[in-house]
């Protein structure tokens, strides 16, 4: 006589195989981390629209079977902690997608997503407060996303950039690896005006776009940029770029009946609209340099508008860690190491985690030649923050001047595929490769590098390495 399992026994036996079946298909999966910033101390008044959109495009791709996280108004350490929490979600050939609706501010052809807390007084300080849009992608790439979708609201005129920028740099392009696509809600190097609608015109035209079934997803993000063209007469057109070998489709067309037969007549699918993303020309534009990365600036630093605005800040409290550390970066960007390094051990006195901190009293102190201290400071950077491009770079440049030129390479190399078009990686790491004698690798990265900044040979000058 045949036996039958339990009924608790079959059910269990189910589970385990869907849970079986989930896990050879990960592409199946769609996870969405979506930030929206409004609440800036800097600004008189919260920004109108970046929650309400956030919360309309979640309730969109809940619908669209994403499995959705919110967070609002988050402070630098939650915005790391938001986003390593989306990456570890992420499976592998899975679908990624990040939204953000803020402030944004390009720095050095990288655009960084600025949080409600910082503290932002000099353009080196954007990529130490920011985190980089390009450096989220590559995480998504590196954790085995398929497809990898950004979705950028933050081409705001915003008070910090005022600070030390005259005119509005809009955001930079990026750099995407396959299978990507990635739309901003204004061309790059633009601007978008802010309105208090219950959406911004920019996501109140994409939110349209997601919601018909069979339109590929770059057709729905080129349609969006038309819309948004024509409702504000040209003033404000999104940018769209895209990777993308396959088409992905936030919302697949029906699947035909099995009975069906073939129709003869039937139309295709449309097809995408949105040109594909070239990577990033190099126009030949001097590198900004109000990094203590970049090319220091003839300017004196009591000259600098800032210097003197930090000098008051730190009169009326002495305990502002931010403040020591935007006057150190000053310093630094003039040369003037001594005072720089001073002001960076005030900062890490006062914030024994800062990993910035760390990173620019190493880069001042390899600058001036004092190499074992500046390798420490390094190596605490990296143990704070083990995926910080710039204290690699920091770091590659101190193997320079110890000759350990096989370690600076290694460091060059990490550095760059977080950020791909640092010239001082570029260049650092051609350097390393001449004196290791590969000589046509070396020739290539120092032209990459030039092309991007062409003083940055004089820049390793004043450091003493050739």
């Given amino acids: 006589m045949k036996k039958h399992l339990p009924f608790v026994l079959v059910m269990i036996v189910c589970l385990i195989t869907a849970s079986a079946e989930a896990q050879q298909n990960p592409s199946n999966s769609r996870v969405a981390l979506l930030i929206a910033n409004s609440n800036y101390p800097d600004l008189s008044a919260p920004l109108a629209t970046p929650v309400k959109d956030a919360s309309s495009i979640g309730e969109e791709l809940k619908r ?9 108004n988050l402070s630098k350490g939650d915005t790391f902690k938001a986003i390593d929490a989306f990456i570890s979600r992420i499976k592998k050939g899975s679908t990624a997608l990040f939204f953000f609706s803020g402030f944004g501010i390009q720095h050095s052809k990288q655009s960084y997503i600025i949080p409600t807390d910082a503290q932002i007084w000099t353009e080196g300080d954007v990529s130490r407060d920011g985190t980089s849009i390009e450096s989220i992608v590559t995480k998504m790439e590196q954790a085995g996303a398929g497809v990898k979708v950004l979705i ?6 915003n008070p910090y950039e005022r600070r030390f920028r005259p005119v509005a740099a809009g955001l930079a392009g990026i750099d995407l690896p396959h299978g990507s696509l990635a739309m901003y809600a204004a061309a790059t190097d633009k601007i978008a005006g802010d309105a ?5 015109v920019f996501i109140a035209q994409l939110l349209e776009e997601l919601r018909p079934s069979g339109v590929s997803a770059e057709t729905s993000f080129s349609q969006t940029r038309l819309g948004v063209a024509r409702a504000t ?14 088409e992905f489709f936030f919302s697949p067309p029906p699947s035909p009946p099995e009975t069906a037969k073939a129709d003869v007549g039937k139309p295709e699918p449309p097809k995408a609209e949105a040109a594909k993303a070239d990577r990033p020309k190099v126009d030949g534009a001097k590198a900004d340099a109000t990094n203590p990365h970049d090319k220091p600036l003839v300017t004196t630093a009591v000259e600098d508008p800032a210097l003197k605005e930090l000098d008051a800040k730190l009169q009326q409290n002495p305990n502002d860690a931010a403040a020591f550390y935007s006057r150190g970066i000053i310093f630094a960007k003039n040369g003037d190491y001594s005072r720089a390094v001073a002001d960076f051990d005030q900062a890490i006195r006062l914030d024994p985690n800062d990993a910035a901190a760390f990173n620019n009293r190493c880069w001042s102190r390899a600058a001036s030649g004092n190499l074992d201290p500046a390798l420490r400071d390094c190596n ?3 143990r704070l923050r083990p995926d910080f491009a710039d204290a690699l770079d920091s770091r590659g440049l101190v193997f320079l001047k110890l000759n350990l030129n096989s370690l600076a390479v290694a ?6 595929k977080l950020k791909p078009h640092q010239a001082s990686s570029l260049y650092g ?3 390393g490769k001449k004196r290791l004698g590969k000589i046509s690798e070396a020739n290539s990265d120092i032209a990459a590098a030039k092309a991007i900044n062409p003083g940055i040979a004089d820049e390793f000058a004043t450091y003493d390495v050739r």
Avoid: H, K
Wanted: aromatic share 6%; charged share 25%.
């Fill in 64 to 72: 669209l079977g994403f499995a959705v996280d919110i967070r609002n």
């Fill in 152 to 157: 950028i609201d933050a081409s705001r005129r």
């Fill in 196 to 200: 208090a609608a219950p959406n911004s």
């Fill in 233 to 246: 007469n040209n003033e404000q057109v999104p940018w769209v770029a895209s990777t993308m070998l396959d």
């Fill in 380 to 382: 605490e950077a990296l």
């Fill in 411 to 416: 460091d060059y190399d990490a550095a760059l």
């Fill in 429 to 431: 790491r051609g350097l």
